[in-house]
């Protein structure tokens, strides 16, 4: 089992700044991708951000130059500093974790998902 624990939505005014986190615990073996991902009301969800377990990074084309995803290992954990907000980054964020697990001598992989977090920019 593993649990992913978010923080640091809010509101705030067009132009400002916000910075989530998402811890993750449990019995892992190995954490590997770390991303973020938002659902606005009446849109699909999207991918905002991920952090490979490579040290790579990737965002989605509209928020390149202003967000930025960053992982701590050594703490199970994911950021996403958000800056220069705009209306349009309202939504709900999620972070999503790829976690990998061992039993025995079998390896498993487990996609898991935060409870979301609300972000909501002001004009």
């Known amino acids: 089992q593993v649990q992913l624990v978010e923080s640091g939505g809010g509101l705030v005014q067009a132009g400002g700044s916000l910075r989530l986190s998402c811890a993750a615990s449990?019995?892992?073996?190995?954490?590997?991708?770390m991303g973020w991902y938002r659902q606005a009301p009446g849109k699909q969800r999207e991918l905002v951000a991920v952090?490979?377990?490579?040290?790579?990074?990737n965002y989605a084309d509209s928020v390149k130059g202003r967000f930025t995803i960053s992982r701590d290992n050594a703490k199970n954990t994911v950021y996403l500093q958000m800056n220069s907000l705009e209306p349009e980054d309202t939504a709900v964020y999620t972070c999503?974790?790829?976690?990998?697990?061992?039993?025995?001598?079998?390896?498993?992989?487990?996609?898991?998902w935060g409870q979301g977090t609300q972000v909501t920019v002001s004009s």
């Open positions: 999503n974790v790829q976690t990998t697990h061992v039993s025995g001598t079998y390896y498993y992989t487990r996609n898991n």
């Open positions: 952090a490979t377990s490579g040290s790579s990074t």
């Open positions: 449990g019995n892992i073996y190995r954490i590997d991708d």
